[in-house]
């Protein structure tokens, strides 16, 4: 019972130096709001270049057309998923805004949307090319042009198709978000190392950030699974 009261004790007294003391908790909270900026930023980046991205190759695939717009979306994929995330938010960072004095969340949005990009649009290219060949072939008997087939029969069936797997990306985005502090940027993974610093007790605040990261991935991972199940009730009907 000695030892179990002790361990109590201890780590009462463990809590209250990292997270209550000169309210060292806001670290914390601040940080995980920047996080959150960041995710969310790049993702809507992301899956506009994505977008865009997928539509060009996906095109140049189906039709043969737009091969100069193909061939820079290929340069763009070989390198953003041929480098490391880290790297490229240091060459975005110190070399190319090296010169001018821009906001690290605006730059770290920069980096990780240009980044989930490359990704989200292999994604969504895969979902446009698993719709089949006759649908735009029933498109184009209606009268549709290539735009419109696209836009009102194929786009809505691989959306259908690739929403888990975006969601799933989502979720890789925010974990990869915990090196934004290469930057200088205080996230949650920074907040947690400021406190580490202070109190020279490591365990205690990297085991809150670690629990934080598990709870918000376990959350969207449910939503996933949520997500998953409404779409399959729906290929039933």
Not at 54 to 81: E, P
Not at 89 to 108: H, Q
Not at 143 to 161: C, D, E, H, V, W
Not at 195 to 200: E, F, L, M, V
């Amino acid at each position: 019972m000695e030892g179990i009261k002790g361990f109590f004790v201890e780590f009462g007294r463990k809590f209250s130096q990292n997270f209550i003391e000169k309210n060292r908790w806001q670290y914390l909270t601040d940080g995980l709001l920047n996080t959150l900026l960041i995710t969310f930023g790049a993702v809507l980046l992301g899956f506009l270049l994505g977008f865009i991205v997928a539509v060009v190759r996906s095109t140049h695939d189906k039709t043969g057309r737009m091969k100069f717009w193909n061939a820079i979306a290929q340069i763009y994929l070989t390198v953003i998923r041929g480098t490391p995330m880290m790297v490229q938010l240091l060459i975005i960072y110190y070399v190319i805004f090296g010169s001018v004095n821009i906001n690290k969340i605006l730059c770290a949005v920069l980096a990780f949307g240009i980044n989930s990009g490359a990704y989200v649009a292999e994604i969504i290219r895969a979902g446009i090319m698993a719709v089949d060949n006759g649908q735009m072939e029933a498109g184009r008997s209606l009268g549709l042009n290539y735009r419109q087939t696209m836009l009102s029969i194929i786009l809505p069936q691989a959306f259908k198709t690739v929403l888990p797997s975006l969601a799933n990306e989502f979720i890789v985005l925010l974990k990869e978000t915990s090196v934004a502090g290469y930057i200088a940027i205080q996230d949650l993974t920074k907040g947690g190392d400021i406190i580490r610093s202070q109190t020279y007790e490591a365990f205690m605040p990297l085991l809150a950030v670690a629990a934080i990261y598990l709870v918000m991935v376990m959350g969207l991972t449910k939503l996933v699974q949520l997500l998953e199940r409404r779409l399959a009730k729906n290929d039933r009907r």
